[in-house]
């Protein structure tokens, strides 16, 4: 679907010997996330994760810090280190709680930066350096903060994402703001949206968030004029099909060059205010719909002729 890492949760040694045949199979990077016990990350090291996310402070003390730091060195894999506001030790809890309301978000994000370097402190105590951080609240403007402020003080790389963001909509939303702004301040190196429910829905939404940002071509991005008294066809519906073809279409193996596919209502936004995609579909009178290529009329077609002759063309821009 257009990811380019994933992550799985090793919670036992099962699934610690799983990800040997997962990141054998796998044709992107695939770290593994741990918690409390260090021989699930020595044994994934060993199954061929790409990375390991360790909260240093619950993996076992420094003994096991430095065990997993020496096989990460061995294997040249990072490790990423992450503040959670819902899991920041007992002293930073305790600071939060106390504080008055008006300076929590502030205090966070305070605490989420001591932490994290905290952490990563203790990994360079071992003389380990290859780390990536996240500073991650449900909070979108305490998480922006810590990002921020961290950034002023660390070159490390830096993972965004706002954690248990919430359902598809709401949690795309908050996803989109919090790490939409850090992405055009300059900050991030790799993102992470969290949802409850399928993760396709976070990789749809990242991708459609680093679009937005600028900083990935959409393949293909799509585009569509809101529903106004111009409009002469189900729009929605349209554009939902429209979607659900590409997904069939990349479900399928199928690999877009950068394009644009515009689904317009009418004729003043088909072929006029979106005349600069490579392929669109806009609403016209009598039940009837335009096919336009870069702003040039193809011909006027029923609806379903017209979204055969759409899918056919988008076909021609894989790659």
């Known amino acids: 679907m257009g990811c380019q890492i994933v992550r799985v949760a090793i919670p036992d040694f099962s699934a610690a010997e799983a990800l040997s045949v997962i990141s054998g199979k796998s044709p992107i990077p695939v770290v593994a996330d741990i918690h409390f016990d260090h021989r699930l990350a020595l044994l994934c090291v060993k199954n061929g994760a790409a990375g390991i996310r360790i909260n240093p402070g619950n993996i076992g003390g420094e003994k096991a810090v430095a065990k997993i730091a020496k096989a990460c060195a061995e294997a040249g894999i990072p490790i990423r280190v992450g503040s959670n506001s819902g899991s920041l030790p007992a002293k930073f809890a305790k600071r939060i709680k106390s504080c008055p309301e008006g300076k929590k978000r502030q205090v966070l994000a305070e605490a989420l930066v001591e932490s994290a370097i905290e952490q990563c402190l203790m990994l360079e105590r071992h003389g380990f350096k290859d780390i990536k951080v996240s500073l991650k609240a449900s909070d979108v403007p305490s998480t922006v903060l810590a990002y921020r402020e961290f950034s002023k003080r660390y070159d490390y790389p830096l993972h965004l994402g706002i954690t248990e963001a919430g359902g598809k909509f709401r949690g795309a939303v908050k996803s989109s703001v919090g790490i939409g702004s850090l992405l055009l301040d300059g900050i991030g190196d790799t993102v992470r949206v969290s949802l409850t429910g399928n993760p396709v829905e976070e990789v749809h939404t990242a991708i459609m968030i680093l679009e937005a940002a600028g900083l990935r071509q959409g393949c293909p991005e799509i585009v569509s004029c809101p529903t106004c008294g111009r409009t002469e066809v189900?729009?929605?519906?349209?554009?939902?099909?429209?979607e659900k073809e590409i997904?069939?279409?990349?479900?399928?193996?199928?690999?877009?060059?950068?394009?644009?596919?515009?689904?317009?209502?009418c004729s003043v936004n088909g072929p006029g205010e979106a005349k600069d995609a490579d392929i669109g579909i806009s609403g016209a009178k009598n039940g009837r719909m335009i096919l336009f290529r870069k702003g040039n009329i193809v011909g006027s077609y029923n609806e379903s002729e017209a979204f055969a002759k759409l899918v056919s063309v988008m076909k021609s821009l894989l790659k």
């Open 234 to 242: 189900k729009l929605e519906r349209l554009l939902s099909k429209v």
């Open 247 to 265: 997904e069939k279409i990349k479900i399928a193996g199928g690999i877009f060059n950068p394009a644009k596919i515009a689904i317009m209502g």
